[in-house]
């Protein structure tokens, strides 16, 4: 079995259509055996598909990803494995644990993501909260920004100036959250502006309904959790969603499916450095 992940500088990368490489597993009898990274040379969302078929790929795992690469995906038999994070080869070994399961809905990074729908397109809600489409010069282009994001006390959360590399995005696309959007949507180039984001306009407030507990012994493999880990659940209709553990002791562990950065209010600066228009 051969598993492809969206890279970059050992992360999953999370926009699957801009995606400049693919680290590409080997595996046998359920252990890598072999790992390779391979450029994508520019290809866009729609050529990637053709490109992990002749790569002789089973499975993807990424980040955000539109429903036409979905569909691209599917026609050509390759497994998809979407709303990924972190380590690339971590997650691969979650999901040959069966611990990494399609989530059907992706958030990306913190100003570069923690962004609600799927990347390409915008279809679906993810984590967080949706948002209508933007007005402005700038929707439907691809932007490219450097931003800051703090916290009231000015703590840093997120920062592309630490990262040297702006972050590009499709305006209005569902990419961003809401306020990130409006405040992008009819910027100029080389303008650059402070806003200040309430929960509603970023991740949403807390929902009390998203933290319950679950008997241990109803629940295979919580015996191996431990509270602030990380871990994909169940709906009653068979769809995954993220959690994290906040509370365990001998008999229930305790879960939380709210965003982590639900309730929070956000502040960033943003630097608008270039428009085009998209793949």
């Known amino acids: 079995m051969k598993i492809a992940v ?19 597993y080997e595996v ?23 490109l992990l078929q002749g790569q002789n790929i089973d499975v993807l795992i ?5 429903g036409g690469a979905q569909a691209a995906l599917a026609e050509k038999g390759i497994e998809l494995c979407a709303g990924a994070q972190g380590d690339a080869d971590k997650a691969v070994e979650a999901y040959l644990r069966g611990e990494l ?13 923690h962004a609600c729908g799927e990347h390409e397109c915008g279809e679906q809600c993810g ?4 948002h209508d489409r933007p007005a402005g010069k700038n929707v439907g282009k691809t932007c490219r ?23 590009e995005f499709v305006c209005g696309a569902g990419m961003m959250i809401k306020g990130f959007d409006e405040a992008v949507a009819d910027m100029e180039v080389g303008e650059s502006v402070d806003i200040h984001l309430m929960p509603s306009q970023a991740y949403g407030e807390v929902d009390p309904a998203s933290i319950f507990s679950v008997d241990i012994a109803m629940l295979p493999g919580a015996e191996q959790l431990s509270v602030g880990d990380r871990a994909y659940l169940q709906n009653q209709y068979g769809q995954p969603f993220p959690v994290k553990v906040v509370a365990k002791d001998a008999e229930s562990i305790t879960f939380d499916a709210n965003h982590e950065m639900a309730g929070k209010e956000l502040n960033f600066h943003i630097e608008l450095v270039e428009v085009s228009e998209p793949e």
């Open 6 to 24: 969206t890279y970059e500088d050992g992360q999953v990368f999370q926009h699957f259509g801009h995606t400049g490489a693919f680290k590409v």
């Open 28 to 50: 046998e009898d359920g252990k890598v055996v072999s790992s390779e990274v391979i450029g994508t040379n520019g290809s866009g969302h729609s050529a990637l598909a053709g």
């Open 62 to 66: 990424c980040g955000g990803i539109g």
């Open 101 to 113: 399961v399609n989530t059907g809905a992706n958030c990306s990074h913190h100003g570069e993501g």
């Open 127 to 130: 984590h967080g909260s949706c």
């Open 145 to 167: 920004t450097h931003y800051r994001g703090t916290f009231n006390d000015g703590t840093q959360f997120d920062s592309s100036y630490d990262r040297g590399e702006p972050l």
